[in-house]
């Protein structure tokens, strides 16, 4: 088992920046591909981005270039900075993992609202 806790969404207005933390706890050290996923009010969830255990990293196209997706594996900790916020942006974001078991787990989200 693995326990996702995300933290670091608020409220920011249009062009401004978040870093969001996911920590992992439990059985972290099977963690392989970690990601971030959003759902917007009314829309399904979305893969933002992902992240393997050697750093290769996938984005979804819009939004390349504004959001970086990063983790220590030494904390057990993802992050998503997220820079040039737009109001279509705002979402529940949610950590989720797979694990070398072919397990998969998600966090509870944290909500990113932009709005002026």
């Known amino acids: 088992q693995v326990q996702l806790v995300e933290s670091g969404g608020g409220l920011v207005q249009p062009g401004g920046s978040l870093r969001l933390s996911c920590a992992a706890s439990?059985?972290?050290?099977?963690?392989?591909?970690m990601a971030w996923y959003r759902q917007a009010p009314g829309k399904q969830r979305e893969l933002v981005a992902t992240?393997?255990?050697?750093?290769?990293?996938n984005y979804l196209d819009s939004v390349k270039g504004r959001f970086t997706i990063s983790r220590d594996n030494a904390k057990n900790a993802l992050y998503l900075q997220i820079n040039s916020l737009k109001p279509e942006d705002t979402a529940v974001y949610y950590c989720a993992v797979r694990t070398a078991f072919g397990s998969d787990y998600w966090g509870q989200g944290t909500q990113v609202t932009v709005s002026s």
């Open positions: 992240i393997t255990t050697d750093g290769s990293t």
């Open positions: 439990g059985s972290a050290f099977s963690i392989k591909t």
